[in-house]
């Protein structure tokens, strides 16, 4: 029998889909994580916003145009935000949440409902594969802080840390069949607090480990000296810092209930550059939140051109039903996707620009297929005379819009 798991979230649910593809591996079942003919599927949804609770649904209709006869499993974020929506289609057979997500391989031949509470505490039954050239290990799970316009904390309940010496171990037996692993969580930044460490501590403890080490979107508030000084001890530390914005305008960060200052956020970015010149210090913008005026705007504008991002993933607010932003409105479309398209314009300069600095320079690349990443997340373009999964050092000669070329 063969079985998909097909993901449509972030780096938590490519761990949580990992670990289900290994889980299921071992009970005997031919899996991919590639949407093609298959007896079963298993679709991780995402509701972060309203477009990816949208592809979520539309994943069951494309799994059942490959094979009509097939069932289809749903769980994640968006089935815990609404299992109705999931259940009620046809060939739909099994609808879960959040938790449970290590059982779920063996529920293939169950039919229902079962959307279960969020534990308080850690949930750690899964253990993926290595199926890519990055490995990710996930330390935390859940958020504590409601920001206005996101439903994630609702969904995936409070902050809970994995122990120290669970992380250290899967890292560990990663770090001998991986060249990359990168760290990631819901909300990494708070990790350890409900369990006395830190994630400092936790890159300290990390320090022996021999392959590249990279954290996933990180908060300011984790940005200090000494959780600096924990990553220059790591062997083969990636500076590169997705250290969340959202707006670049007070009003703005104070009404999303953020909470930091502009002036605050650009502090961290020059401490992050004081240890590492060359970091590549990418972010998320949020674009039109509902009272977002013109000048706020321009606050954002003139603060992402200001920092020098080399990169910014920036999308239009989608509202969220049960956050505290819904009751606020939304702005008319036209307005944000003009305002789109002008922070896309700087966003691509600083880009072109933060990449620029490494023509001619030596630099370690982890090859996939044509092409590969940089330790600082910068895409190099290799052509076909690649060696997939191997670290290759080259010289880029120029940059364009797909990033480095050698």
């Not at 890159?203 to 996933?216: N, P, Q, T, V, Y």
Request: net charge negative; proline share 2%; charged share 25%.
């Amino acid at each position: 029998m063969k079985v998909v798991v097909y993901n449509l979230g972030c780096k938590v649910n490519q761990y949580e889909s990992d670990g289900m593809m290994h889980a299921l591996f071992e009970l005997g079942y031919e899996v991919s994580a590639e949407l093609e003919h298959a007896d079963a599927y298993i679709l991780n949804t995402c509701a972060v916003t309203n477009e990816a609770e949208k592809k979520s649904r539309q994943a069951v209709a494309r799994c059942l145009k490959i094979n009509p006869n097939s069932k289809v499993l749903v769980c994640g974020c968006a089935s815990q935000n609404d299992s109705e929506q999931f259940f009620k289609k046809n060939g739909v057979t099994y609808v879960s949440g959040i938790a449970g997500k290590g059982k779920l391989p063996s529920m293939l031949e169950s039919e229902g409902i079962f959307v279960e509470n969020i534990d308080q505490k850690y949930e750690d039954d899964l253990t993926p594969s290595v199926v890519r050239t990055r490995s990710y290990v996930k330390i935390q799970d859940g958020c504590n802080n409601f920001c206005s316009y996101c439903i994630i904390p609702y969904l995936r309940g409070r902050s809970r840390s994995r122990s120290m010496e669970s992380v250290v171990s899967e890292c560990e037996s990663l770090s001998l069949l991986t060249h990359e692993i990168v760290i990631t969580g819901i909300d990494m930044s708070s990790y350890g607090k409900d369990i006395g460490e830190s994630l400092s501590t936790l890159l300290s403890a990390l320090s022996h480990i021999e392959c590249r080490i990279r954290l996933g979107s990180l908060e300011v508030r984790v940005v200090t000296k000494e959780f600096l000084i924990a990553t220059q001890g790591l062997k083969a530390f990636c500076p590169h810092f997705h250290l969340s914005l959202q707006s670049g305008a007070d009003k703005t960060l104070s009404d999303m209930n953020r909470h930091y200052t502009s002036a605050e956020y650009a502090d961290k970015v020059k401490l992050i550059r004081v240890f590492y010149p060359h970091a590549n210090i990418t972010t998320d913008v949020i674009v039109g939140f509902p009272t977002e005026t013109d000048g706020d705007f321009e606050d954002t504008l003139a603060f992402v051109d200001s920092i020098k991002f080399g990169d910014v993933h920036a999308f239009a607010y989608s509202k969220r039903n049960g956050t505290k932003a819904e009751k606020l409105g939304v702005l008319d479309k036209s307005i944000v996707h003009e305002r789109l398209s002008r922070l896309e314009k700087v966003i691509k300069h600083n880009k072109c620009s933060y990449e620029s600095r490494f023509v001619g320079a030596s630099v370690e690349v982890l090859v996939e297929n044509t092409g590969g990443y940089t330790r600082e997340y910068v895409r190099v373009e290799l052509g076909e005379n690649t060696c997939h999964n191997e670290i290759i050092t080259c010289i880029p000669v120029k940059t364009d819009e797909k990033g480095l070329l050698v």
